[in-house]
């Protein structure tokens, strides 16, 4: 696997090499373009004292002294170099010495005798003083932008290199610290940019692990607490029973009642914990068009049926008058009210009074199941939708249950696009509200 600092540091050293190789070429170019401008602003001038000089050869192109007389005179009074080659390029005079000099300019004539030519005269102009101080000061200058490109260069590759690989390696020692039962980590790296966001978000990444290994934990507690209740009841029953200790009809009738009362509890156990696996899947739910009042008098029979086995009280006020339906799945929506009576059993004891109240606000038709029992802090009462959550956790452990049931109302109640919360009861106890969407009933 390939280091993404070295990919980042190999990126960068291509690039700073491109733009030097760049700017190079470019810098070449303008000087080129410069020097070939001033050749060519000079070039009439050096084409006239050229020809010049090839007429006065012609004069006297048959006295060799007077010729070479004519190149040194025009030679020192223009600062030219000549070299004079006759027709057969043989060399006839010559004052220009330093033929390796590439900083002249060659231009190149021809003396005719008798319309036929008899001397090539090449002359060398040095390039104007202006022209080469000009191509001096480019190449310095070039020698200077390219020294400061690559400080800059150099600097902000640098700075990339640290933007992106303190984070990156800082994140990477962090994971390398993290194992199974110790999630929670620390990356010390706090820019106000996207990567100090990636690193918080690592951390909270390791916190809600950390908190997911609890419930976890939490939870095989709870299973193994809750089962073990109801189990070791069964148990000591069906002993009883094998070893024949229930000598009467009557005796034996109230062990099958218990075992059989144990059972029923660890089937709602099981019921919870299947409904928990299903919290945070999209769930697919038989929507059905419900008649509200007719469920509202189903639901309350059925628990007052429930609150008056365990000598309780109960009362129902349904304040609606109007035929309205709901698009539910009635199943779900009838474990919510059985989640919420099971949790008021717990904590009302069996001579619960509980009350359920109907009302249309809306567009949606609101619940509220009270009961008379121990209740909820006022601070705590966000707190009762989550998960494990638990009013008094010793009490609680003695009357059964995992702390799911609400949890469980919550995810159904939000999954028919309503709403749930709790409150105090003014007489003492809990007020379990929700809210499901309605619409007026089709003839």
Request: glycine share 6%; charged share 30%; with cysteine.
């Amino acid at each position: 696997m390939r280091s993404i600092n070295r990919k980042i540091t190999v990126i960068l050293i291509v690039s700073f090499l491109l733009q030097v190789l760049l700017i190079g070429s470019l810098y070449r170019f303008v000087i080129a373009k410069s020097i070939l401008s001033d050749i060519n602003k000079y070039e009439k001038s050096r084409q006239t004292i050229l020809q010049s000089t090839v007429l006065k050869i012609e004069k006297v192109i048959d006295e060799p002294d007077k010729i070479k007389n004519v190149l040194d005179v025009n030679s020192e009074k223009y600062d030219i170099k000549f070299e004079l080659k006759d027709i057969d390029g043989n060399i006839a005079y010559s004052n220009y010495f330093n033929k390796k000099e590439n900083r002249n300019i060659e231009e190149m004539g021809i003396a005719r005798l008798k319309k036929r030519p008899y001397y090539v005269i090449h002359a060398f102009f040095p390039i104007k003083a202006q022209s080469f101080a000009r191509y001096t000061r480019l190449n310095g200058t070039r020698l200077v932008l390219i020294l400061i490109v690559f400080s800059i260069s150099l600097a902000a590759s640098f700075l990339i290199y640290r933007i992106f690989s303190v984070p990156l390696n800082k994140v990477r020692k962090a994971m390398n610290s993290t194992s199974y039962g110790n999630t929670v980590i620390s990356i010390p790296y706090y820019g106000d940019d996207e990567l100090g966001l990636l690193c918080r978000n690592f951390e909270d990444m390791g916190k809600r692990l950390k908190k997911s290994k609890e419930e976890e934990i939490e939870l095989i507690q709870a299973i193994s607490h809750d089962l073990k209740t109801p189990m070791t009841s069964i148990i000591g029953y069906m002993n009883r029973l094998i070893n024949g200790k229930a000598n009467s009809e009557e005796k034996r009738k109230e062990y099958y009642e218990i075992v059989y009362r144990k059972a029923n509890d660890m089937k709602l156990l099981l019921n919870d914990l299947e409904e928990y696996a299903s919290i945070g899947i999209e769930l697919k739910y038989d929507m059905q068009p419900v008649d509200v009042s007719k469920f509202i008098v189903d639901i309350c029979e059925e628990i007052r049926c429930e609150v008056e086995e365990r000598d309780g009280s109960f009362k129902c006020l349904n304040s609606i008058d109007v035929a309205f339906e709901m698009l539910v799945d009635e199943v779900k929506i009838r474990r919510v009210f059985t989640n919420i009576v099971e949790n008021s059993f717990k904590y009302a004891g069996e001579n619960c009074e509980l009350s359920v109240e109907t009302f249309l606000q809306g567009e949606f038709i609101l619940f509220q199941i009270c009961d008379n029992g121990i209740g909820v802090p006022e601070e705590q009462l966000g707190k009762v939708f989550d998960r494990f959550y638990r009013a008094e956790v010793s009490r609680s452990r003695e009357r059964g249950g995992t702390g799911l049931g609400l949890t469980i109302c919550r995810s159904i109640v939000e999954g028919h696009g309503g709403k749930i919360w709790a409150k105090q009861n003014a007489g003492g106890g809990l007020c379990i509200s929700f809210t499901i969407p309605v619409r007026k009933a089709s003839k």
